[in-house]
């Protein structure tokens, strides 16, 4: 029977790490997860308070032996996952670099559930990027782990379509239940053999970095598209935004709307607030001034004298 050990951290990886324990056994020719590494515990908030990533949590949970390493270069962490000894590493959103050592320590290597359609999006933000650059579909690879930046050779894809609807939030969600799908569907077949990795075509590869919390802010000198497209990547986090009366009002939700007006002007359109862009109309349907809780955009305007 095949070891497992699981690498994650945020809320994507929980489905990934649920399947694999409830699946356990001799059907998929897995052990159930000997152990999990996950980020440290972070402040967070305004109030700084230490919080423990998803995993850990779920980990505590299910009763199965955790690490925490800041880095790698930690020996204690890779003489746990020596003593661990792994046949194959999951990981699934987990948020470092794997150095080479602990790439070559299972025999069957380090599957990674991939949110993109690789060679499309390698990278820290595949989801935001995707929506930011009007992709009509993305989905989730499982690929072999190599030394390289999501280059690894790949096992198995689903894809998923996307609309005009869909968040950041929400196409997380989505792959992280389809991509748990893909990984149980996938292992019994890597772990026999009967799988041959397909190498990616790297001129095809694009590549989406680490979001910023200023890439949420909207420059209305831009296409009104690309602007509703960006509200939507950048829902949760880290959110589109703008400035008015001196604060940061927050865009949670908005739509385009065809028209004439001066770039960045701000009117009101069918009784919610609206801003001029390139190509017509961005209106805010949802909002959320500074220190205030969400709020429908016609609530806002209520209250916002100096809107127009």
């Known amino acids: ?17 649920r399947t694999l324990v409830s699946h356990g056994g001799s059907e998929t020719r897995h052990e159930p997860v000997v152990g ?22 779920l980990a505590l949970e299910l009763g199965i032996p955790i ?21 194959l590493i999951v990981v699934a959103a987990y948020g470092q670099i794997l150095k080479q050592d602990v ?10 559930v991939h949110a993109s359609l690789l060679p499309r999006w390698r990278g820290a933000a595949p989801i935001n990027a995707a929506i930011l650059h009007g992709d009509e579909e993305t989905g989730v690879t499982i690929m072999k782990m190599d ?3 999501d280059t690894g050779a790949m096992l198995a894809k689903k894809t998923i379509r996307l609309t005009r609807d869909d968040t950041a939030g929400s196409v997380t969600d989505a792959l992280s239940h389809l991509g748990a799908d893909l990984l149980i569907e ?3 077949r890597w772990i026999t053999g009967e799988i041959q990795p397909q190498a990616q075509d790297d001129s095809l590869a694009t590549y989406a970095p680490m979001m ?19 509200v939507r990547a950048m829902n949760p986090w880290p959110g589109a935004f703008m400035e008015f009366d001196g604060a940061i009002l927050k865009i949670h939700r908005a739509r385009v709307e065809a028209g004439n007006a001066s770039v960045g002007q701000r009117l009101v359109w069918q009784g919610q607030p609206a801003v001029g862009a390139s190509g017509g109309f961005l209106i805010l349907e949802e909002v959320q001034p500074a220190g205030k809780k969400p709020m429908s955009g016609k609530s806002f305007l209520s209250g916002a004298r100096n809107w127009v």
């Open 1 to 17: 029977m095949t070891k497992i050990v699981f690498m994650g951290s945020p809320e994507f990886a929980l489905p990934s790490l």
């Open 36 to 57: 999990i590494v996950t980020q440290p515990d972070r402040a967070s908030g305004r109030g700084r308070e230490i919080k423990m990533p998803p995993v850990k949590t």
């Open 67 to 87: 690490i925490q390493p800041e880095k790698w270069r930690a020996p204690e962490a890779m003489e746990q996952l020596r003593a661990w000894a792994p046949d």
């Open 103 to 112: 790439l070559d320590l299972p025999p069957l290597g380090c599957l990674n």
């Open 147 to 149: 030394a390289g930046l």
């Open 186 to 188: 996938t292992l019994p």
């Open 212 to 230: 910023k919390k200023e890439e949420g802010r909207l420059d209305f000198t831009r296409d009104v598209n690309e602007l509703e497209r960006r």
